[in-house]
């Protein structure tokens, strides 16, 4: 199955600022789109932006303007700047891949990795 690492998570002030990362197979990562989910104890998992393999984006509303997805299509590596954050956003956040079915892709996610804990401080 497909392995995901995320990295890049840990402890601020709200205002501060963190950059995500998540390591995977450049094959795989560069056939469909990636994302990134978030989830806080208590909470349903929330699909916070996505980015397709030509590079188009999505966010969700309460990220955006804060947020900033990108990918290294020759590394295998997903990105989330995350900017003026809240204490809203704490949570564990996961990357995931965009699921392909013959020589489409689905608008399906999954395959997310363990996690990277982000907790902001009031």
């Known amino acids: 199955h497909v392995q995901l690492v995320e990295s890049g998570g840990g402890s601020v002030q709200a205002g501060g600022s963190l950059k995500l990362s998540c390591e995977a197979s450049?094959?795989?990562?560069?056939?469909?789109?990636m994302g990134w989910y978030r989830q806080a104890p208590g909470r349903e998992r929330e699909l916070v932006s996505t980015?397709?393999?030509?590079?188009?984006?999505t966010y969700v509303d309460s990220v955006k303007g804060r947020f900033t997805i990108s990918r290294d299509n020759t590394k295998g590596t997903l990105f989330l700047q995350m900017n003026s954050l809240k204490t809203e956003d704490t949570a564990v956040y996961y990357c995931?891949?965009?699921?392909?079915?013959?020589?489409?892709?689905?608008?399906?996610?999954?395959?997310w990795g363990q996690g990277t804990q982000v907790t902001v401080s009031g």
């Open positions: 980015i397709t393999k030509d590079g188009a984006t």
């Open positions: 450049v094959a795989i990562f560069t056939r469909c789109g």
């Open positions: 995931a891949v965009e699921l392909g079915s013959g020589t489409s892709c689905t608008g399906h996610f999954g395959y």
